[in-house]
T-cell receptor
Framework: EPEVTQTPSHQVTQMGQEVILRCVPISNHLYFYWYRQILGQKVEFLVSFYNNEISEKSEIFDDQFSVERPDGSNFTLKIRSTKLEDSAMYFC????????????FGPGTRLLVL | GENVEQHPSTLSVQEGDSAVIKCTYSDSASNYFPWYKQELGKRPQLIIDIRSNVGEKKDQRIAVTLNKTAKHFSLHITETQPEDSAVYFCAAHARQLTFGSGTQLTVLP
């Protein structure tokens, strides 16, 4: 069964550094998402992406964040200048359609900002 | 924006008993309500979902009910087993998927 994959599984970085988290969505899916989960808390929506554009973004997704689909398979989340509070698990997800469709989650990237 | 409230935050049941988790949502435009199970350090896994044109859905030991008028939906797990122990999240989808705060379910053998 196809799955969403993410790399790296863990990332440690210094505050102020840029990080890029990578995701490979399920191949026939058209909608892509990033979520964040701070340890012990709920999953929070960051951004949705369709047809090479952001569809929706949350208040968390400020100017420090950007997303890109650099080729036909990868979907990336960039954090330009990391802050301590960016430490979290970041999940990528994908779905066939936007509304009323199942979103399948990747295994996550655990980001630790020191 | 959408607000999803989930209760209880923790739930302990004896093996074989039923577990019920309840959620309410605020945005009447929400039309899709998935439930995810998350084991420690793992990804959220969809266990069941329901769309707004349906009032109830069942899959083996798991069932979900939806009351659109009251804007609440519930997860029911019957004949619980120790492997059901995990954090369960409800979610509601209007313009984006909004998650509840999670329920730590512990099934005691």
């Amino acid at each position: 069964e196809p799955e969403v994959t993410q790399t790296p599984s863990h990332q440690v970085t210094q505050m102020g550094q840029e990080v890029i988290l990578r995701c490979v969505p399920i191949s026939n899916h058209l909608y892509f998402y990033w979520y964040r989960q701070i340890l012990g808390q709920k999953v929070e929506f960051l951004v949705s992406f369709y047809n090479n554009e952001i569809s929706e973004k949350s208040e968390i997704f400020d100017d420090q964040f950007s997303v890109e689909r650099p080729d036909g398979s990868n979907f990336t989340l960039k954090i330009r200048s990391t802050k301590l509070e960016d430490s979290a698990m970041y999940f990528c997800a994908s779905s066939e359609a936007l509304r009323g469709e199942t979103q399948y989650f990747g295994p996550g990237t655990r980001l630790l900002v020191l | 924006g959408e607000n999803v409230e989930q209760h209880p935050s923790t739930l302990s049941v004896q093996e074989g008993d039923s577990a019920v988790i309840k959620c309410t949502y605020s945005d009447s435009a929400s039309n899709y309500f998935p439930w995810y199970k998350q084991e420690l350090g793992k990804r959220p896994q969809l266990i069941i979902d329901i769309r707004s044109n349906v009032g109830e859905k069942k899959d083996q030991r798991i069932a979900v009910t939806l009351n659109k008028t009251a804007k609440h939906f519930s997860l029911h797990i019957t004949e619980t087993q120790p492997e059901d122990s995990a954090v369960y999240f409800c979610a509601a989808h209007a313009r984006q998927l909004t998650f509840g705060s999670g329920t730590q379910l512990t099934v005691l053998p």
